[in-house]
């Protein structure tokens, strides 16, 4: 299995068991309507975008494991490029119309790399921004598999500097893959909880 396809089980992986955690759900329950709607797509080039589970509401237990299952359900890593631009811009236009009505919409975006294709970053993260969106950001950091040689050091900053941005938006850098599972539960439970 290849470095990128290695990188996109341990993404789906680390969602799935974020999104089952007792921390995740409690978060969930208590909020202020106790049940949050979710949607999970995979990006890569400017018009690169494979929506895996469309918008489903999570109230339960059972909600979660069923979005959880889909997650890690036929997975195909043919997809290829950073186009940080291109997912700011589908993720805008994919709340359009989702048949549900929010106090709060937050785009995540996990990544290995800055912006290297499509519409410039900062022009599609500003029009995010200027339509309401939070922005939060799990900058990819580790050394393994084939995206080591295009690591570059300090992509927390490159994300906090030109693609999160929002009122509470947060930065969680994952070293290891072995930290990823841990630090979606982290960003969840922040982006839930409305800090």
Known sequence: CSGWSTAWAF???GYAEALVSEQVLRTIRSGLLG???LAYVEWAGPRSQRIIVDWTLVRTPAD??????????????AMR????????????AFFQDNGFTSNRRVIDI????????????LQA????????????????????????RFAIDNLDDYYRDCVTGGP???????????????????????ELAGT
Request: hydrophobic fraction near 40%; charged fraction near 20%.
């Open 11 to 13: 993404a789906r992986r």
């Open 35 to 37: 049940r949050v709607a």
């Open 125 to 148: 993260r500003q029009k995010a921004l200027d339509e309401g969106f939070v922005i939060n950001g799990l900058p990819l950091m580790t050394r393994e598999g084939l995206g080591a």
């Open 64 to 77: 979660a494991q069923a979005f959880a299952s889909k997650i890690s359900a036929n997975f195909n890593p």
């Open 168 to 190: 509470g938006s947060v930065v969680i850098p994952v070293l290891e893959w072995t930290q990823f599972p841990e630090a979606v539960r982290q960003k969840l439970v922040l």
């Open 81 to 92: 490029r950073t186009s940080i631009s291109g997912a700011l811009r589908y993720g805008t």
């Open 110 to 121: 996990s990544g290995d790399g800055p912006n290297n294709q499509g519409f410039p970053v």
